[in-house]
């Protein structure tokens, strides 16, 4: 079982909707969690970080922890067609800075 | 743009050979990490140098090594390719060491390896 799971999609969504993207996992020492966006081809991009339990809003990007069930959600509001791309959670081991991946969800926004 | 280069952008070789994929971190930056990114393994940290010293190891192979140089540019040495061992390769900088969570990792556009 990998650390950290991901629905792989795609993900389609017309434009102006809600992106709801979610991973688990499994290792209780994950204390930071990360969303990183990645366009093809090229290296990915840190969105936002939460810590611990909770939600964060940056502009139109909501991410949520839930330490009890293990559950990292990422929401997109008003989901525009350059939000397309691979979104990956992500989460650090406790030990050092190494970041483990979850396989990444590609999102489609249709105009 | 991260401001993190890496070269080439591409690498086509034979099985057998020896690559050198390189990268500067950000100015200012004294952590570099290499990652691999497949299509099967996802994107699977590789290996962690702080200013010159290995600092963290992931499920990097035998045949792969790195090194950080003085002025914190990095090469990734990968030897007796395999056809497993296409896949993108990034890497990726920080300011810090890396306790956990505080130090943001900015990553490089990626060298694309294909051995043939």
């Known amino acids: 079982q990998k650390e950290v799971e991901q629905d792989p999609g795609p993900l389609s969504v017309p434009e102006g909707a809600i992106v709801s993207l979610n991973c688990t996992y499994s290792?209780?020492?994950?204390?930071?969690f990360m969303w990183y966006r990645q366009y093809s081809r090229k290296g990915p991009e840190l969105l936002m970080y939460?810590?611990?339990?909770g939600n964060k809003e940056d502009g139109r990007f909501t991410a949520q922890v839930d330490k009890s069930s293990k559950y990292i959600s990422l929401f997109i509001r008003d989901s525009q067609p350059s939000d397309s791309a691979t979104y990956l959670c992500a989460s650090p081991k406790a030990a050092g800075n190494k970041l483990t991946f979850g396989g990444g969800t590609r999102v489609l926004v249709k105009p | 743009d991260s401001g993190v280069t890496q070269t080439p952008k591409h690498l086509i070789t034979a099985t057998g050979q020896r690559v050198t994929l390189r990268c500067s971190p950000r100015s200012g930056d004294l952590s570099v990490y290499w990652y691999q990114q497949s299509l099967d393994q996802g994107l699977q940290f590789l290996i962690q140098?702080?200013?010159?010293?290995?600092?963290a190891k992931g499920n990097i192979l035998e045949r792969f090594s790195a090194q950080q140089f003085p002025d914190l540019h990095s090469e990734l040495n990968l030897s007796s390719l395999e056809l497993g061992d296409s896949a993108l390769y990034f890497c990726?900088?920080?300011?810090?060491?890396?306790?956990?969570?505080?130090?943001?990792?900015?990553f490089g556009p990626g060298t694309r390896l294909t051995v043939l």
């Open positions: 939460t810590y611990s339990s």
């Open positions: 140098y702080y200013n010159g010293e290995e600092r």
């Open positions: 990726a900088s920080s300011v810090a060491a890396g306790v956990a969570g505080t130090d943001t990792q900015y």
């Open positions: 290792n209780s020492a994950f204390q930071y």
